[in-house]
């Protein structure tokens, strides 16, 4: 019997799957922001990450991307460069995930 719990134990350890502590993205800074685009993945171009959020913002708004943090995906956004003009020219983007942060604000 004692076998049969050490075997079991060692099977669940071997195949065991990772878990991430998600980055979680949201905005505090401004009221609304015309044009937000927030990416996920790990390529060195945010912009060739996949596209995740692609429209308005509102202060207050929060989300968690699965996946993400902890030697997962990494999370990257960029907005509008002038929020109060909304055809303004679309910013660089911004990595805003790492290892040590897992929350990211949207400035």
Known sequence: ?????LLSAIFSLTFATTAYADITTYIDA?????????TVGNLEDCG???L?????????????????????NGVCW?????P???N????IWTRCADDSNL????R
């Open 1 to 5: 019997m004692k076998n049969l719990i």
């Open 30 to 38: 401004w009221n609304y922001i015309p044009h937000v685009q927030i």
């Open 48 to 50: 060739q990450d996949q």
């Open 52 to 72: 995740v959020y692609d429209r308005p913002m509102s202060s207050g708004y929060r989300a968690s991307w699965p996946g993400t943090g902890e030697d997962g």
């Open 78 to 82: 960029r907005r509008n460069d002038d």
């Open 84 to 86: 109060d003009n909304p």
């Open 88 to 91: 303004s020219p679309m910013g």
């Open 103 to 106: 929350e990211c604000e949207i």
